[in-house]
């Protein structure tokens, strides 16, 4: 009966650490992309994993965010962002694989079916392999966590400061504002930009009210 019980947490820890492997894909997507947006301003959408989009083309995807620090660079918060976004995609992924594997592996431990001279030996071996696999499989499941939210961070760092006002970081030019300012209502001139930093986002010109005759 004890060996039986052994053998039923073996089969348990090895289900919860492939279980855990296979959380890190997802089965939910998004229906509808937004239509109406800044020349250069990246968008999310969810497919199974998040996607960041930027003129109807896929700038990057997690887990490992392969292009979004490059599209970002400009923005030193966005990059930083970007760049743990793909250093925690990576060790996702590869915790992913080490838990799968060692979780697999615990299944040794249902020899001592067969070899019931020794069965405490590869039922405990089974079960560390098994604990083992689990621990890496939360590891990944805490680090694809990290992953998307340093993603969604630099989206919103590049968005705020380039993105959102029709530039991106290959063409730093701002697109001409639209409307007129209302009568009256001038806006404050900006000052130069220092070396080095972004240029700053256009202002509507001011405007002078007609003389009433």
């Not at 896929?58 to 292009?67: D, H, I, T």
């Not at 019931?116 to 621990?135: F, M």
Request: aromatic share 6%.
């Amino acid at each position: 009966m004890r060996g039986i019980t052994a053998i039923s947490g073996l089969a348990l820890g090895t289900s919860l650490g492939l279980g855990m492997m296979t959380s890190l894909s997802g089965c939910a997507t998004t229906q509808y992309a937004p239509q109406v947006v800044a020349r250069g301003e990246l968008t999310m959408r969810y497919d199974g994993h998040i996607e960041m989009w930027a003129g109807g083309q896929k700038v990057a995807s997690g887990l490992g965010y392969g292009g979004l620090e490059s599209y970002v660079r400009c923005v030193p918060a966005a990059a930083e962002q970007a760049h743990q976004a793909a250093s925690s995609g990576r060790k996702a992924i590869a915790f992913s694989v080490l838990g799968g594997v060692l979780g697999a592996s615990g299944l040794i431990g249902l020899v001592g079916l067969v070899d019931r001279d020794n069965w405490g030996l590869w039922v405990g071996g089974g079960l560390g392999l098994a604990a083992i696999g689990l621990g890496f499989s939360i590891g990944s499941w805490r680090a694809k966590n990290h992953a998307n939210g340093h993603a969604l961070d630099a989206l919103n760092y590049y968005n705020d400061s380039v993105g959102s006002l029709g530039a991106t970081c290959s063409d730093l030019r701002y697109p001409p504002p639209a409307g007129e300012a209302p009568a009256g209502a001038g806006a404050p001139q900006a000052a130069p930009p220092a070396p080095g930093s972004l240029p700053p986002p256009p202002t509507v010109s001011d405007t002078t009210a007609p003389t009433a005759l």
